[in-house]
């Protein structure tokens, strides 16, 4: 098999776990209280890790944002650049991304509602001078058509960003102890970068500084500060299914002494591995990163 197909069975792979421990997934998985988390003031003082990806654009530019969800990182970037536009299949994320620009008065940002790989037109998806996607390969089964479309769609460069451990997988310990079983393995950098190979593309790829916050700003996060609410933030992520909450709350409290140590500035999670964001980045039709085809 080669690596775009090994690509696509890993994401099966996920996808089958998933409905054999959860059921069926609820329509729009990313909306209600995930959607909220994802939300983060646009006027914010951005951290290291941002002030690389906004490097690469400039105040003249359209920024089409992938997978934009609540506009974490477009509304920012939308202070900087002409226009950003939010290309996201969910509606929730969509709410939380209009209410979020309309309250720090921005003007010069859309939302269109849809799947990346659903966007028709001969050159691709929405079109901008940079197109980027930041932790939304994890979820893309068919990634030579969403690599290509990005690139279609971009006049001057594409970047996607991930972290290092693919962030669905960042609970994967709280997977095993409620679901009884290693979580299965999502794609990353690892996967995505000979996948890319195979398409002819040859990106840059940077590690950045940062490490790991919960919101972008460069702060420590605020650790929760009692037991309910350490309990409440171990349950939030998107790995439990909201209809297993209670059960993971209770397997999350047995294992407490494990999974959080009491520090003065809280309770501090023990499980999270160390992951850094990696970028991954090329010009559309330079030569020199588009190689020969070998797969
Ligand atoms: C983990 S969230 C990341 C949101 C945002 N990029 C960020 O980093 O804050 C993943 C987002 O990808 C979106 N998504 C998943 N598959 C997609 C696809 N095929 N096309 C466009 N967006 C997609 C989801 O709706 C969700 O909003």
């Not at 209280?33 to 002030?51: C, G, L």
């Not at 002409?82 to 921005?106: C, K, L, T, W, Y």
């Amino acid at each position: 098999m080669g690596a775009i197909e090994d690509y696509a069975a890993l994401v099966e792979a996920v996808e089958f776990q998933r409905e054999r421990l959860q059921g069926p997934l609820r329509p729009d998985i990313w909306g209600g209280e995930i959607a909220k988390r994802f939300r983060a003031d646009p006027k914010r003082e951005m951290d290291d890790n941002f002030q690389v990806l906004a490097s690469f654009v400039r105040p003249d530019d359209v920024f089409v944002d992938v997978g934009g969800g609540a506009g974490r990182l477009s509304l920012p970037m939308a202070l900087r650049c002409r226009h950003a536009i939010n290309v996201d299949p969910s509606s929730g994320m969509g709410q939380e991304f209009q209410e979020s620009m309309a309250e720090a008065g921005i003007a010069n940002a859309s939302f269109v509602l849809s799947d990346w790989q659903d966007m028709d037109g001969a050159q691709g998806g929405t079109q901008g001078d940079v197109v980027h996607a930041a932790n939304v390969t994890y979820y893309v089964r068919d990634i030579d058509r969403f690599a290509a479309k990005l690139e279609a769609s971009a006049s001057r460069r594409v970047i996607i960003t991930l972290w290092s451990v693919p962030s669905p997988m960042l609970n994967a310990v709280l997977f095993k102890m409620v679901y009884g079983e290693e979580q299965a393995v999502v794609p990353g950098h690892a996967q995505l970068l000979p996948a890319l190979w195979e398409m002819g593309i040859l990106p840059d790829v940077r590690f950045l500084p940062q490490v790991t916050t919960f919101d972008g700003v460069p702060v420590p996060p605020n650790y929760p500060q009692s037991k309910d609410d350490a309990v409440e933030m171990a349950s939030a992520g998107i790995w439990l299914a909201t209809h297993h909450r209670d059960r993971g709350e209770a397997v999350v409290r047995e294992n407490f002494q494990e999974l959080f140590e009491e520090c003065p500035e809280g309770f501090v999670p023990q499980w999270l591995p160390d992951a850094r964001e990696v970028l991954i980045t090329w010009e559309p039709g330079n030569p020199s990163q588009h190689g020969d085809n070998h797969g």
